[in-house]
């Protein structure tokens, strides 16, 4: 019986090591893209990251002034 306890156990911190792992290689992957993105834009328009959070805030208060009208 504490075999089978074990092999479960076993099993189970597996499964939730392997998922973890999915989950951080994810999201490095878009932290990473987002670094770039913003990398980008700062080359080639000259946007620095205020700059660009302020248009993002902009176009989320357009759309919900759309929304809400």
């Given at each position: 019986?504490e075999?089978?306890i074990?092999?479960?156990?076993?099993?189970?911190t597996?499964?939730?090591?392997?998922?973890l792992v999915?989950?951080?290689?994810v999201?490095?992957?878009?932290a990473?893209?987002?670094?770039i993105?913003l990398?980008?834009?700062?080359?080639?328009?000259?946007l620095?990251p205020?700059e660009?959070?302020?248009?993002?805030?902009g176009?989320?208060?357009?759309?919900?002034?759309l929304?809400?009208?």
């Open positions: 019986m075999l089978l074990l092999l479960a156990a076993i099993i189970v597996i499964a939730a090591f392997t998922i999915r989950v951080m290689r999201t490095v992957r878009v990473l893209a987002i670094a993105l990398l980008l834009f700062q080359l080639a328009f000259g620095g205020g660009l959070w302020g248009y993002i805030r176009f989320w208060n357009y759309l919900w002034g929304l809400t009208r």
